[in-house]
């Protein structure tokens, strides 16, 4: 009979018994299959049917001597159903099962790996509606730039979110295809029917043309989107490095009581997270890259992809798995602390409004390259003066007063007016959905 199993985690998709079982799966779906066209007698399927099971053990034990993991297989379950076996693998090929079941595996890793991604995205949006109108400095190149908030970031974040997730149900789409066409995909000793009722039943579809395996390409194509979401974690966890930095600190990882940052240093709290998760984001891209290599096999098969496959595919999508919960967790329980950013903001005394100030003078009539090299030439001043403010040097220009009051001054340095469209772009990210 067919063991039925469940899915509670990413590791049991990829280990043997579900394997097993999903092959032990197919085989009795496409006897089932011949046995509808007539090819296999009733009371032949139902002793398949009845008997058919699988012990790893003996399987193990048997692919000593054969060195052939798929002829393992069908010699211990032929031990459990005796001569009817003769109907079980009848026209196929190895890789009929083998790419079947990888695509099957693929298929509900990808949807258990949607499910994390999801609740990254809601942890997303729970962050960023909180902290919409926290302000913050953003930063271009790591210097002081202009106001943004701690919203815009965690938006930032949740937008991309979004788009792995298309991502990921297209790359689920591309893989989830089945073939049981035979030794070089021309369905000799089979009809295309076999294929059909087995994919359907497993919730694939025919692959429309196969060789002797599904093109690699469909593989390529879900393990590059894997990096592709691993990378949006690591740009995630690079940023929350960075606002943990001591002299930053606008944003910590929770540390929890028991917690030891350092075997030296006892008063250590290191985002460890972030940096286990922009580790974790390199072996993502590696294993893509080794995807990618995959496609390209002699004529219609060789075997260079296979032992890759049983590395990277498993690896990718267990680590995936692991990084989204360590992701979704870090963002739930990250600690902000806007005090530390309205400081930040005030470190450049002044200068994030530098262009606020040259667009005012530009709107008085004179050249923007005019504008431009009055505010530079202050601004360079506050930088290499730690007393000065550039608020207070414009108040004191002979050369600004010409163009601007001291009440136009004043109203330039005012971090709400320069993020006036802040609910603008949440109505059309997070207020749209």
């Known amino acids: ?64 001597t054969t060195k052939h993991d798929v002829i393992a297989f069908l010699t211990n379950v032929a031990e459990y159903v005796g001569p009817e076996s003769r109907h079980i693998h009848y026209g196929m090929t190895s890789s009929d099962i083998l790419d079947t079941t990888l695509s099957y595996q693929m298929k509900t890793a990808g949807e258990l790996l949607l499910i994390r991604l999801n ?14 109108n926290t302000i913050c400095v953003g930063r271009t190149h790591g210097i002081h730039a202009e106001p943004t908030t701690m919203g815009l970031k965690f938006t930032n974040w949740y937008e991309e979110t979004k788009r792995n997730i298309k991502r990921l149900e297209n790359a689920i789409d591309v893989i989830s295809v089945g073939q049981i066409s035979g030794a070089v995909g021309t369905f000799e000793y089979l009809s295309p029917k076999v294929e059909e009722y087995v994919c359907r039943k497993l919730g694939l579809k025919p692959a429309p043309v196969s060789t002797q395996v599904i093109q690699r390409d469909r593989h390529a194509e879900f393990l590059t989107t894997l990096s592709i979401i691993g990378a949006t974690l690591e740009k995630i966890s690079v940023e929350i490095r960075h606002l943990q930095r001591t002299e930053v600190l606008e944003a910590e990882e929770f540390f929890s009581e028991g917690q030891k940052g350092s075997s030296a240093m006892p008063h250590k709290r290191n985002p460890i997270v972030s940096e286990r998760i922009t580790g974790l984001a390199r072996i993502l891209r590696g294993n893509a890259l080794a995807s990618i290599e995959n496609v390209a096999l002699w004529h219609e098969r060789d075997i260079s992809h296979s032992s890759v496959e049983r590395i990277i595919v498993p690896d990718s999508c267990i680590a995936l798995d692991y990084m989204l919960d360590l992701m979704t967790k870090l963002i739930k329980n990250l600690i902000l ?15 994030v409004f530098s262009q606020t100030i040259m667009l005012n003078l530009v709107n008085k009539g004179i ?18 003066d730690k007393n000065k403010h550039l608020k207070t040097e414009l108040l004191i220009s002979e050369e600004v007063k010409k163009y601007l009051s001291e009440k136009e001054i004043n109203e330039i340095f005012d971090d709400k007016k320069m993020l006036k469209n802040v609910d603008f772009i949440f109505s059309r990210t997070i207020g749209k959905d």
């Open 119 to 132: 609740e990254l995205k809601e942890a997303l949006k729970k962050r960023a509606v909180e902290h919409k």
């Open 1 to 64: 009979m067919i063991q039925r199993y469940t899915l509670p985690e990413m590791g049991a998709v990829w280990e043997d018994e579900f394997k097993f079982n999903t092959w032990l799966k197919i085989e009795i779906l496409a006897c089932e299959a011949r046995s509808e066209l007539g090819e296999i007698p009733k009371k032949d399927f139902e002793v398949i049917k009845s008997k058919a099971k699988f012990d790893i053990k003996r399987i193990l034990e048997i692919e000593e």
């Open 367 to 384: 050249t923007r390259e005019e504008a431009y090299k009055i505010v530079q030439t202050h601004a360079m001043d506050v930088w290499s």
């Open 337 to 351: 602390y806007p005090e530390n950013m309205l400081r930040n903001i005030e470190l450049t005394r002044g200068l």
